[in-house]
Structures are given as C-alpha cells and as structure tokens.
C-alpha cells in the first residue's frame, strides 16, 4: 500500500511561495514606497526577519501539535476550548475569506484588464471564475493542490525572476541614490505593509498531517519559503526603483512592476507582468482554499462551526464549498 503522503519537502516551500507571492508585491510597492522611498528595500528585510521568527514558531508550534488546523489548533492548545479560542478562530476565518475574496477580485481586475473587458461585471465574472476553478481543484484532494501549485509557482516565478534579471541590467544608479532616501523612520512605518506581502506562510503548517516525514521537513520549508521569498522581493525592489522614479512608482501603484518592464521589453513585458500577476493571485488563491478547509474542519471538530464543516466531500470537506 502506497502511503506516499502529498506534500515533501518542495512541495511545502512552493506552497509557502504561492500563498506569499500573491497580488502583494504587485500592489504594495507603490504604497510602501510612498513611505520608505527607495529604501524599500530594506523594509522587506525587516519584514523577512519578522516573519521568519514568526515561521519558525509556528513550524515548531506545528511540530507540538500536528493538526490540520494551524493556527486555531495552537489556540485551542494554549487557552483551551472557550469563548475566547473560539471567538478568535472565527475572527481568523472570516479575515481569510475576506483575503481570499479580495484576491480573487484582484485577479478579476487584471483579468478583465488584460481581455479588454474592463468593467466591474467582467472583473467580478473572472473572480467568480478563478475562485470556483480552485474549489474544483481542492476537491480533488491534497495530492493535486501540490502538484497543481508546483507548476503554478514555477511558471510564476520564472516570469518574476526573468523580469528582475533582465530589468536588472537597466538600473540607473541614481534612483537608488540615499541621497534621495527618507528619514529612518519611514522604513519602520512602513514595515506594516511590506510584511503583509509575506502573509500566507502560516500556511505550510496546514500541511503537517499531510506532509512526509515532518519532523525534517517542516522548518525547512518554512525557512527556505520565507528566505526565499525575501531575497525575491529584494531583488524585485531594486529593479522595479532602480528603473522607475519613486513619483512614476506611486502613480503606477497597482502594476508598478508590469510599468518597470515596459521601457525594457515594450508592451510585451506590461503583459508578461500582468500574466505573472494573474498568475500569482491564483496561486495564492489555491494556497489559501487549502488552508481554510483544513481550518474549518478543525475548528468543526473542535465544536466552534457547524458539524456540516468537517463532512466528507470527494477528497475534501464540505467546509470548502460553505466557505
């Protein structure tokens, strides 16, 4: 009998990636950087840090206390089963439905965008869409979210780091001048922002039931996924402020990286960035459907939903289709 679980080791770390890099990056830089200045850099290290500390308690918390669950689980562990672990675990639900409504709208937007459909009907069509495409495909188990994610993260990321790499050699020295950087304490008033962009780590310790030999596994992926990941928006924020004035930045704002392409690669490259951002948001929606079902059910089991959230459907739980 074959007891291959579905999530090794890069299967984790890309699922890390996907619920990390989703529409943050895109739409955070030119607000952060109405803050720190071109110094954004340094905020995404300063939020790399933060959540590297904060991965590696909760992988260790994961480790304690193996659960589907997460963060509810460890919730339940430390006050117990009450009104107050209760109340919080229904808090963190109804935020990440928020968050995953609010990423499939992002995909909606840059949907209709690029097929010339740019109305709210359209956009809200595409969200519609994506998020019922991702519910069929966490239905069909854990093995294909991995398997699907793997090649979702892969493609994406091969579009970002072509963007940064190339977009790289046409840095202009001077935009990244300290000259021009803002007082030091802008980059810690905007670390807020820049470490939302590394929200969705947390979902990797969803994975500990279904993940092989976790005892191993389950920092390392926590550590490579976030380390990663910050390397990765560092570079990003170079290229993207080393190309474009911190003024064209905030004004672009929503797609300031798909602008940094443009002068190097033409429309081609606003495209590309656009597709990369399609394909980012949906990544992280798929990412995140994982997490909640596998939140609801806990919290289901634990009497804080609905016993309908931990019923069996397909490979999933109906908890997935109510959400």
């Known amino acids: 009998m074959d007891n291959k679980k579905a999530f090794g080791l890069w299967s984790a770390v890309f699922l890390g990636i996907g619920s990390m890099v989703g529409a943050g990056i895109f739409v955070l830089l030119g607000e952060a950087g109405a ?16 959540a590297l500390l904060s991965g590696y308690s909760l992988a260790k918390l994961a480790l304690a206390y193996p659960s589907r669950g997460g ?34 709208k992002t995909f909606g937007v840059y949907a209709s965008m ?11 069509v595409f969200a519609i ?22 090649i979702i993260v892969i493609i994406k990321l091969s579009l970002i780091i072509l963007f940064t790499i190339v977009v790289s050699f046409y840095i202009k020295p001077e935009l990244l001048s300290l000259k021009d950087a ?14 939302f962009a590394f929200e969705g780590f947390r979902v990797i310790t969803n994975t500990v039931e279904d993940m092989d030999n976790p005892k191993v596994n389950m920092l390392k992926a926590m550590i490579i996924a976030i380390s990663f990941v910050t390397i990765l928006y560092i570079a990003v924020t170079f290229a993207v402020f080393g190309n474009l004035s911190l003024d064209e930045i905030i ?24 597709i990369a951002a399609l394909i980012s948001t949906a990544s992280s ?6 997490a909640i079902t596998n939140v609801t059910y806990t919290m289901a089991k634990n009497g804080e939903l609905p016993t309908i959230y931990q019923r069996h459907v397909w490979h999933s739980s109906e908890g997935l289709i109510v959400s």
Do not use: H
């Open 285 to 290: 929606i798929n990412a995140n459907l994982y």
């Open 129 to 150: 869409t994506i998020l019922l495409f991702f519910v069929f495909i966490n239905l069909a188990g854990s093995s294909i979210i991995a398997k699907s994610e793997n």
């Open 182 to 195: 803002p007082p030091v304490l802008n980059i810690f008033s905007s670390i807020a922002l820049t470490f």
């Open 71 to 104: 963060i509810v689980e460890y919730l339940v562990q430390c006050y117990g089963e009450g009104v107050f672990s209760g109340s919080v675990s229904i808090l963190f639900y109804l935020s990440a439905m928020v968050a995953i409504a609010m990423v499939s």
């Open 251 to 274: 004004k672009a704002q929503d797609y300031a990286l798909a602008q940094a392409a443009q002068p190097v690669f033409g429309s081609t490259g606003f495209t590309l960035m656009a």
């Open 35 to 50: 803050i720190a200045g071109n110094l954004v850099w340094l905020s995404f290290i300063l939020g790399g840090i933060i």
């Open 114 to 124: 690029m097929f010339g459909f740019d109305s709210v009907f359209y956009s809200n």
